[in-house]
């Protein structure tokens, strides 16, 4: 039983939002939510995750099901990942986080990391 779910009975291990907790799902699926990308596109769009984690991310949301990864034949023969219909009743959703995000990236925030020394 998860930490979760010891903590409250409601949440079973079954919970549809576990795949959408670990760190980078949101960038993915936000990226994702702009339409099919290939493996080297994502890196790209989230350039500090690293190419293990994010087939971890990718593998762990197609097993959850809100992930596809589709085959282009010729002339491109690559793969594709793309949300699944299940995760586009998620585009709203989606759509907000990033209107949200670029909202907040206009902003000076200051940084928040340990060892850091905030600028005035």
């Known amino acids: 039983m998860s ?14 939002l576990e795949p959408l907790e670990g760190r980078w799902v949101l ?6 939510n702009a339409g099919a990308h290939r493996f ?3 890196r ?5 995750v690293s190419a293990n984690i ?9 097993c959850a099901g809100l992930v596809e990864r589709r085959y ?6 690559s793969h594709v990942y793309a949300l699944t219909e299940v995760a586009t009743s998620l585009k709203t959703t989606l759509d ?3 209107s949200w995000r670029a909202s907040q990236s206009k902003m000076s925030i200051p ?5 850091k020394e905030q600028s005035r």
């Open 72 to 77: 282009l034949p010729a002339p491109y023969a």
């Open 111 to 115: 940084s928040r990391r340990p060892g």
């Open 44 to 48: 790209s769009a989230i350039p500090r």
């Open 27 to 32: 960038r993915i699926l936000i990226c994702l």
């Open 96 to 98: 907000g986080l990033a």
């Open 40 to 42: 080297a596109d994502l």
């Open 3 to 16: 930490e979760a779910a010891a903590i409250d009975p409601a949440i079973s291990a079954d919970d549809p």
């Open 54 to 62: 994010l087939t971890d991310r990718l593998r762990t949301l197609e």
